[in-house]
């Protein structure tokens, strides 16, 4: 069972104060969008065995979105960081790359 | 026979005699026995049947690894089954009963099972119940069923409580023997936060049993020592009887306390489930003693060797009064000259090994025990009890060299580290061939959160037999593990031990190594499901290779001790079989619990009205009191009707929705969400959310709204209230609060964060009270306090007053069709406010109505249900809801969606309404049956009913449905397939059936 | 008002050494905007006569006070009777400022747990490190009681104040009353 810091209000909360919700980083297709993007933005996953970013809400903590940057199959947590961002932060990135080589996730390297 | 000595067992106390019953027998025990030492002292050798041949079985074992001495325990709500008697303490009254036989342990009918046991190999279920197929139902499966299952289960309430404990630490030690109390003692001088767990009733492992020195002392003083230091540390907490039972990601663990166990008559919970968080966890957790595979090794009387050493030392329980020793390695020895220390005849060791061992068989020899080297056991004679061995070279294929009388045989096979806990969260192991077992390896240890290695392993656990490095292990597993948790141990000068020295051991995975059939298919692996030597290589042969088809194949390993006795001969067998190094063929995945845990300490206090928590509105006790029947709605329990003396739930529904057409209903509606959206740039997110528009609602005014998921799917409706320039109430569905809360906030806080809003779940801050029914303006104005008239609150406006001395927000808005208020007030006076409406609504007829009369009141009314109309494939163009769609909007949630083009599809299923032709009622859920049938030879279909009610005001049955091209078929007839086969006809209706043109809510 | 109730009806339970209570009818708020700014901090001082709290810290006493909720929301305490008022008075000091100030006096159940052993009853429940030198008198924490979501502080008395949701106040009042009940873990 999972312990993640909330990036807000400093807590390791362990994995029953957490929601999972799914893929961090989409990139929202609405009205006028192709059919490829927005099948892409609704269902296409990355899913890889390595490096994942994810979106998890403190539920039962201060109410916060926050994302994480963890290794599915050792489940290192790489760090955990705002919502509010369009990419992961450069330490985090480092330290994945510290880890992981060459890794590549998405538009993310 | 098995007896109790007159002197010795340093662990009971002889003047507290104890009663205690097994299989309706009246037994005498001590204070501090075990059940197991108990019942071999009144020479209950045999104590259950094997699962599957039904052999007798005896105890094998002194711990948590026992694989057959399995009983049932207690009566009545303290009865539970598959409980190991050797690790049940004694207690004043302890009943236990023996299981998996019929008519009796002695005499049972199972056994004839063994006479086919030829027919009756490995794989025997898969290949036998397949053909033909018809017979599995009603000959196949009964038979499995009878004769499965070990325990019976209980027939009442547990009658014990349970609970749970979060607990923090730094470093938790698993192990309160030598290793782990040195780990602890380290950690604890550190000033780490530590927990030390040992699963049994007393510290320090093995060391005292085998005698073992330390710093010149018996290893009693230095553990006694070592306690009160831990004791007095205040950052040290010691637990006993606590299992380690699983070891899981980022630092979980489970420990699993057994508070009563031994004594039924404390109080307070049974079992206590400890959910530790630590940094570092050092798994000091012994080692196992393996069998060896030779014919007969299951007969009672036929017993670990160290097993059988720990009754003699700890209860001064004899297991027999002449014990062959049978051994591939130094450690047996001890057990010999322990019992001739206790005045017992042991004829022979039978020592596999050509040379021998070292140090304690020259000790043997010297106290003139007869040592037969490179020799083997050929055959244990004897059926229910041991009367003899059969002696053979070790080398040959079990030609009889010698036989000895005896009625025990103590066995040694090498020492299996208890790995379990290291393995669980994915440590990774090595195969030590020298000792022929399995190591962990240090640096491929679990890793944490960061990376970091979080699980270290001492002493045996880790492969150390000796307990001078067993002690240096544990002191540096200690160190290290409050290193690692930022802590910087001093290193204190480690307690030296000292014992015998050993001759190597020499892997012996068959005796004689040259078996024939006949020996091997009595060579038994796992005692309980009756695996032996001769299953394993079938299953080779058979081409089962991974050891996890090898075991599934064979059940090796699935007993209830999880093949923790099994599992190394078995897969050392397969490796032979295969040709391949043990390592090469791995061992089994090692799953938590360590040994079974009790459910009810997995539930905890979750039970009886803890079970879940029910959520209750401010007016629930007045439900209570009046004939409310609940149904659930989410955690909340709604009325679903008030009955009234005998009357039926129809009836009531009946009643009540008449009742509020014609007179005045109360509905508790509290229970519906809340949520307050506010913010410079809440019109345009309510725009987002909403599919119609919410921006320009006046202050003052209610609008119905739709919501749909980023699929285009409708997943809640309900009313929005503008409160003023800058604020929004929205109505949620009861279920839907809570996850539209949520909603809201993901798009707040993860899209849209430079939007100007906040929103506040305020469903609990009120009691919601609907007055429906044409008499409801009169009551309230009874009530008096606001003018409720058509002109000031029209439909679809809401206002602020004080109603009967209440601070009130009225809403317009009617779910019913009928004229209807909905009230808020703060929920602290819900209770009284509803009281007021009741008496005072008592000369207007009254009466509340629940969820049953407010479905079908809208279902005549044609209102959709979420949940009903919808199921998570369904739009709102499917319902014929375009009007609440904005045209102008270029954007919402769902709405690029919606222009896919199969949800842009004419011919999809749309919402209609059905009457039957004879007026019964649809069975819902029931499909439209259409010509022909699908790929499948199932009937095609064109659309399924979504809700169907009797109607009390129309006297008939109604339904609404969705069926394919359902708007342009109004008047055509279609048929719908009932349960029982049959089909009934039902006219395409508009679905508003009641009051079409809104003449009475508008009044 | 003479005819409010709380969830809990003033129910009072002692148990060994350790009293559960309703703490009857308390004015709370829930204050949405930005935590650093100044009119904020007056808006808070106004009505609660305190100042805006830290990161997960309650400076509620007697009754009068404030918790930090999330990175943008507090929970204010005032007098029940004077919640509206105090709601009033945030809206005019904050009008300039975008934020959301809501009476949820209603919404809430409210109960304390002292004396000894109460950090353990705490510790059947929560997934929360209670230990004394940890969690200290003024800390405040949004968790879970068992299966529901709750807020809690210690206070400089050593009790502890359970804020919960009102329609499972009854569950969480019976779920520390039965831990209490089963006796001490001698642990923490």
Same mark, same amino acid.
């Given at each position: 069972m999972l312990t993640l810091q909330?990036?807000?209000?400093g807590v390791d909360a362990e994995e029953t104060e957490l929601q999972g919700g799914g893929e961090a980083h989409l990139k929202r297709f609405g009205p006028g969008s192709n059919d490829d993007d927005f099948e892409g933005y609704l269902f296409l996953r990355e899913n890889q065995k390595g490096i994942h970013f994810e979106r998890w809400r403190h539920a039962y903590g201060c109410g916060k979105w926050f994302l994480a940057a963890r290794h599915t199959n050792t489940l290192e947590v790489f760090g955990t960081y705002p919502a509010q961002s369009t990419e992961p932060p450069q330490h985090i990135k480092d330290a994945i790359s510290a880890k992981l080589p060459g890794w590549k996730w998405g538009n993310f390297s | 026979m098995s007896t109790r000595l007159a002197k010795g067992g340093r662990l009971i106390d002889s003047t507290k005699p104890l009663d205690f019953t097994f299989n309706g027998k009246r037994l005498k025990g001590y204070e501090g026995d075990s059940l197991a030492s108990a019942l071999l002292a009144n020479d209950q050798m045999m104590v259950g049947r094997s699962f599957k041949y039904h052999r007798p079985r005896g105890i094998v074992a002194s711990g948590a690894e026992e694989p057959n001495a399995l009983v049932n325990l207690g009566t009545g709500g303290k009865f539970e089954p598959n409980q190991r008697v050797t690790t049940q303490e004694l207690f004043d009254g302890l009943t236990a009963t023996s299981q998996n036989h019929w008519p009796s342990l002695e005499f049972d009918i199972g056994a004839v099972n063994q006479l086919f046991a030829r027919f009756l190999p490995a794989g025997f279920y898969y290949k036998m119940f397949i053909h033909p197929r018809p017979f599995w139902k009603h000959i196949y499966e009964p038979f499995i069923r009878q004769s499965a299952g070990l325990g019976k289960a209980p027939t009442e309430k547990d009658a014990d409580t349970y609970e749970h404990f979060y607990f923090y630490c730094d470093v938790a030690v698993i192990g309160g023997g030598i290793a782990g109390l040195a780990a602890a003692l380290e950690a604890g001088r550190s000033g780490a936060r530590v927990l030390v767990m040992e699963q049994e009733a007393h510290w320090g492992g093995r060391a005292v049993v085998d005698g073992v020195m330390i710093d010149g002392e018996p290893a009693e003083q230095w553990i006694d020592n070592t306690l009160a230091e831990l004791d007095a540390m205040e950052n040290v907490t010691l637990r006993e009887r606590m299992m380690g039972a699983g070891v899981y990601d980022h630092g979980y663990v489970l420990g699993y306390e057994r508070l009563t166990d031994h004594d039924p008559k404390l109080a307070g919970p049974r079992h206590r489930l400890w959910r530790i968080r630590t940094k570092q966890i050092v798994t000091a957790t012994g080692a196992i003693e393996r069998p060896l595979s030779f014919a007969g090794n299951d007969i009672p009387g036929v017993m670990l060797a160290a097993a059988m050493r720990d009754y003699l030392v700890?209860?001064? *329980?004899?297991?027999?009064?002449r014990t062959v020793v049978v051994t591939n390695n130094d450690d047996a020895y001890r057990t010999a000259l322990a019992l001739v220390d206790a005045g017992l005849v042991v004829p022979a060791i039978i020592d596999a090994r050509p040379q021998g061992g070292g140090e304690l068989m020259e000790e043997a020899i010297a106290r003139g025990i007869r040592v037969e080297k490179g020799r083997g056991i050929a055959k244990v004679k004897g059926r229910a009890r041991v009367t003899g061995v059969a002696i053979c070279a070790q080398e040959g294929e079990g030609a009889v060299l010698a036989e000895i009388d005896c009625d025990a045989v103590a066995m040694s096979g090498g020492w299996s580290p208890v790995v379990h806990l290291w393995s669980h969260c994915g440590g990774k192991l090595n195969w030590d061939a020298d000792q022929a077992m399995f190591r962990p390896d240090a640096t491929r240890a679990p890793t944490g959160d960061k990376g970091q290695p979080f699980v270290i392993t001492a002493g045996t656990a880790n492969g150390h037999l000796y307990s001078a490095e067993v002690l240096v292990d544990g002191y540096t597993a200690g160190r290290t593990a409050a290193q690692a948790a930022g802590f910087t141990p001093a290193a204190t000068e480690a307690a030296v031990g000292e014992d015998a020295s050993q001759a190597p051991l020499l892997p012996i995975w068959l005796m004689p190594q040259g078996a024939g059939h006949a020996l091997k298919s009595k060579a038994w692996l796992d005692f309980q499901n009756d695996v032996k030597v001769s299953d394993i290589q079938l299953a080779a042969r058979e081409g089962y290779e991974s050891v996890e088809h090898a075991k599934r194949y064979t059940t090796i390993g699935m007993a209830t001790d999880q093949g923790k006795l099994s599992n190394i001969n078995g897969l050392a067998i397969l490796s032979q079989a295969l040709d391949e190094a043990i390592p090469n063929v791995g061992t089994t995945t090692f799953r938590p619990p360590y040994t079974p845990i009790s459910m009810g300490s997995i539930g905890g206090a979750a039970r009886d009205e803890l079970f879940q928590p029910i959520r209750k509105t401010p007016i629930q006790g007045w439900h209570d009191e009046n004939g409310a029947v609940y149904e659930p709605v989410g955690q909340w329990r709604r009325p679903y009707t008030f009955t009234r003396g005998g009357e039926s739930k129809h009836d009531a529904v009946k009643r009540e929705i008449l009742n509020t057409r014609n007179n005045v209903g109360l509905l508790d509606a509290s229970t519906l969400g809340k949520i307050i959206v506010k913010g410079p740039d809440a019109g345009k997110f309510l725009d987002m959310l909403y599919t119609n528009m919410m921006s320009n609602l006046p202050v003052g005014k209610c609008r119905y709204g739709l919501m749909c998921s980023e699929n285009g799917f409708l997943m809640d409706d309900g009313v929005v209230a503008?409160?003023?320039?800058e604020t929004w109430l929205c109505h949620t569905t009861t279920g839907g609060a809570d996850r539209i809360h949520g909603w809201m906030e993901d798009w707040l806080q993860c899209e849209w964060w430079d939007w100007k809003v906040y929103t506040a779940n *305020?469903?609990?801050q009120y009691a919601q009270i609907a007055v429906v029914g044409p008499k409801g303006r009169q009551l309230l104005e009874k009530l008096g306090g606001m003018d409720v008239s058509k002109e000031t609150l029209p439909f679809m406006q809401w206002a602020d007053g004080v109603l009967g001395g209440f601070n009130a927000r009225v809403y317009r808005i009617s779910f019913s069709g009928e004229l209807s208020y909905e009230i808020a007030v703060p929920a602290s006076q819900g209770r009284a406010f509803w009281d007021a409406l009741w008496s005072a609504g008592q000369e207007f007829g009254v009466m509340p109505y629940g969820t049953e009369g407010l479905h079908v009141m809208r279902a005549e009314k044609g209102f959709i249900m979420i949940g009903d109309e919808t199921d998570g494939t369904v739009i709102p163009q499917d319902l014929n809801l375009g009007w609440a769609i904005s045209k102008k909007k270029e954007d919402y949630l769902g709405k690029r969606a919606q222009e896919r083009s199969h949800m842009a599809d004419p011919n999809r299923w749309k919402l209609v309404g059905l009457e039957t032709l004879d007026g019964s009622v649809l069975p819902d859920g029931s499909y439209a049956i259409a010509q022909g049938k699908n790929a499948n030879g199932q009937r095609n279909t064109q659309g399924r009913v979504t809700s169907t009610y009797y109607s009390p005001t129309l006297g008939r049955g109604i339904a609404m449905g969705l069926v394919h091209n359902g708007p342009d078929r109004m008047g055509e007839v279609i048929e719908f397939n009932t349960t029982n086969g049959g089909t009934i006809k039902a006219k395409i209706v508009d679905p508003v059936f009641y009051d079409k043109e809104g003449a009475k809510q508008n009044v | 008002m003479s005819n409010a109730v709380t969830p809990l009806g003033g129910a009072k339970t002692n148990i060994g050494g350790l009293t559960l209570e309703d703490m009857g009818l308390q004015g709370m708020i829930s204050l949405r905007g930005d935590l650093s700014s100044k009119a904020l901090a007056k808006a808070v001082k106004a009505v609660?006569?305190?100042?805006?709290?830290?990161?997960?810290t309650a400076n509620v006493m007697g009754g009068k006070g404030a918790a930090w909720m999330s990175p943008d929301e507090l929970l204010l305490f005032v007098p029940y009777a004077e919640a509206d008022a105090a709601v009033a008075t945030i809206s005019e000091t904050m009008k300039a400022e975008h934020h959301l100030a809501v009476n949820v006096s209603d919404a809430r159940g409210f109960m304390r747990l002292s004396g000894a052993g109460a950090h353990e009853v705490m510790s059947k429940n929560a997934p929360v490190d209670f230990h004394k030198d940890v969690f200290t008198a003024g800390m405040f924490r949004r968790s879970r009681l068992g299966q529901v979501a709750a807020a809690f502080w210690l206070d400089a008395e050593g009790g502890f104040n359970v804020v919960c949701f009102r329609s499972v106040a009854d569950y969480v009042y019976r779920l520390l009353e039965v831990s209490a009940e089963a006796g001490a873990v001698d642990a923490l």
């Open positions: 909330c990036p807000y209000c | 700890n209860y001064g *329980v004899s297991v027999g009064d503008r409160i003023d320039e *305020v469903t609990e | 609660t006569g305190q100042g805006v709290p830290e990161l997960r």
